[in-house]
């Protein structure tokens, strides 16, 4: 209950319109853009879990490492709580970093291999310039047993650990500082599947106990319908549809939405699948499609679509989809 | 670590501390000339014979150690410094930084070493400073590239990213999550670059370019005893032998080391 009066209050963050091109130099010295955010927008209010799906290349990590400005867009607003970040002086950023963190999808590669984790933990801190080191201590202890972790496994180095043992190091590294924010960048995906619902469910209880707001990358669709209030779908650095999970789980309205959808694997082998499938690649984001991106494999395409580029329209009441054919 | 490399640092130490403390451990002085013994054979006077002016041969291998030692330790920590400062920040900062100073190092790194280290030593005179800068000049570009490809590559890894969420700065980034990992490169580097500066000490002695009589280093002391290697070969064996064996540890401790100081092997034994 609590959650649900939360999540009625003004947005904690709201991005803008966000675009990011990188130049890429091709192999006859040639630059040429790659177009991975193509302006999305979207909020996440307070106490709120929102999902970011998509397929491999769409923009996804990039829009999250964006939205805490590891990656400076290039073009677009993020607010949080009403204060433009782009606009921040860098120290006045740094001392914001505290409230928004970031769990990475690669473990091992997450935490540095030459540093003990009790190290590993205190960094937060030392950053913060907290200087009293029992405190610190204490609060390294805390947060090894928040996420399920003995404090005499401190003293180890990451390599001792197992993946999902990791993991719940990072997330004590990105809870360490108390946050508002966590970008979840795919942090399941790497994990055993028999480790993967222990961790969502230490996700869940530190979004109960410390009113966490996460931003959920995935692209495991039924991890998100499981874990996220509302879902954003990316299509090439555009955001397709979005919607709260149970509308666009059992109503998706945008072909590319419903393609993602048939394509989760069904427990019944009996249930007959009558619902869109989608065939080809990614476009490359170097050279993007005309008009609607995703009108080189929609199946229920029109001439419209080839020629403008459909916008973010709020269909019903709360759920928004980019297609002319869905309006 | 392994016998060999235990046995090497065991063996560096004993050479070390008989270098710094020669006035106590030497039999005599360098200059010292028993007029009566020239050319002596290895005995119990002298341990390793003397040379054609009666000098001890055992005390001047000592005083030599000084020097080679000497050149080789702090040329090589220099070159160390300077190249993972340079090459820390090339990399670290990356793009147009990068190639300018990558370039420059390039330029140096094509200059051929042995012409470099000739010209400046006979520019600056014979003596110890002149070796000095002439080897830390010409060695420290390769600790740069080094030091720099290894700054790109764990720049890269996510927790440079996890570091830079948390609100480090660059500067703590470098010091607190970079450098503990190419530590380790470092220390192994510098074992096997000192035998180098070692070597090109002797060479540059052996060829005149070197330290002044009366003052001995290895390079000094070969060259003056290949001059009569057919009669008095333990003239020129001995100081072979101290540089050939100083060399071998230098690279024996290296791969002990190396092996020691990455945590993900130190466990394994406990």
Not at chain 1, 194 to 201: F, G, K, L, M, T
Not at chain 2, 165 to 178: F, N, V
């Amino acid at each position: 209950m609590t959650i649900q009066t939360k999540t009625t209050q003004a947005p904690l963050l709201e991005v803008r319109n966000i675009k990011k091109h990188f130049q890429a130099k091709g192999i006859s010295g040639e630059t040429q853009t790659v177009y991975a955010l193509n302006g999305i927008s979207f909020t996440l209010r307070e106490g709120e879990t929102l999902g970011l799906v998509g397929e491999s290349g769409c923009g996804k990590s990039t829009a999250a490492r964006t939205v805490l400005r590891l990656i400076e867009p290039t073009a677009g607003e993020i607010l949080y709580r009403n204060q433009d970040l782009l606009a921040l002086r860098p120290d006045k950023m740094r001392s914001l970093r505290k409230e928004m963190q970031i769990i990475f999808q690669d473990p091992f590669a997450s935490l540095n291999p030459r540093k003990r984790i009790d190290k590993i933990l205190e960094e937060p801190f030392d950053i913060h310039g907290f200087t009293n080191p029992s405190k610190i201590k204490e609060r390294v202890v805390g947060l090894l047993d928040k996420v399920g972790l003995s404090s005499d496994q401190a003293d180890k180095y990451p390599h001792e650990f197992s993946g999902g043992q990791l993991q719940r190091i990072g997330i004590a590294r990105a809870i360490a500082l108390n946050p508002s924010l966590i970008v979840a960048d795919e942090p399941v995906s790497a994990l055993d599947v028999s480790i993967r619902a222990q961790v969502i469910n230490l996700l869940l209880d530190l979004k109960e106990s410390m009113q966490i707001s996460y931003l959920f990358i995935s692209h495991d669709m039924a991890i998100v319908r499981h874990f996220c209030d509302r879902v954003a779908v990316m299509y090439l650095g555009k955001i397709v549809e979005l919607a709260d999970s149970e509308p666009l789980y059992n109503k998706p309205q945008h072909p590319y939405t419903e393609a993602l959808l048939a394509a989760i694997p069904s427990i019944d082998p009996e249930t007959k699948k009558e619902r869109m499938k989608i065939k080809g690649d990614l476009p490359n984001a170097m050279d993007m499609p005309r008009g609607c991106a995703f009108h080189t494999r929609c199946p229920i395409r029109e001439k419209q679509c080839e020629e403008s580029i459909p916008q973010l329209k709020e269909a019903r009441p709360g759920h928004h989809v980019a297609c002319f054919l869905r309006e | 670590m392994n016998y060999l490399s235990k046995f090497s640092a065991v063996f560096l130490t004993i050479v070390a501390s008989a270098a710094v403390f020669a006035p106590w451990v030497a039999p005599y002085s360098y200059e010292t000339q028993d007029t009566l013994n020239t050319l002596a054979a290895p005995g119990f006077d002298h341990w390793m014979g003397t040379d054609r002016l009666g000098r001890d041969l055992f005390s001047r291998l000592i005083y030599g150690a000084r020097v080679s030692l000497f050149i080789g330790v702090v040329t090589t920590l220099l070159a160390l410094l300077i190249g993972t400062v340079y090459g820390a920040l090339s990399g670290y900062v990356g793009g147009r930084t990068d190639s300018v100073m990558m370039r420059f190092v390039d330029v140096v790194f094509a200059l051929p070493d042995m012409l470099m280290i000739i010209l400046i030593t006979v520019m600056m005179g014979r003596g110890v400073m002149g070796m000095f800068i002439a080897l830390t000049l010409v060695s420290w570009v390769t600790m740069a590239r080094l030091v720099r490809g290894e700054v790109l590559r764990i720049k890269e890894y996510t927790y440079i990213e996890a570091a830079h969420a948390l609100g480090a700065g660059d500067l703590r980034i470098l010091l607190r999550e970079i450098l503990p990992n190419i530590l380790g490169l470092m220390i192994v580097t510098l074992t096997f670059r000192i035998p180098v500066a070692i070597l090109a000490e002797s060479t540059l002695s052996f060829i005149g370019l070197g330290i002044a009589p009366p003052f001995s280093s290895w390079g000094t002391l070969a060259n003056e005893g290949w001059k009569a290697i057919k009669f008095y070969p333990h003239l020129i064996l001995f100081p072979s032998i101290a540089i050939f064996l100083t060399i071998l540890s230098f690279n024996f401790l290296g791969e002990g080391l190396r092996d020691r100081l990455d945590p993900r092997k130190r466990t394994q034994f406990g």
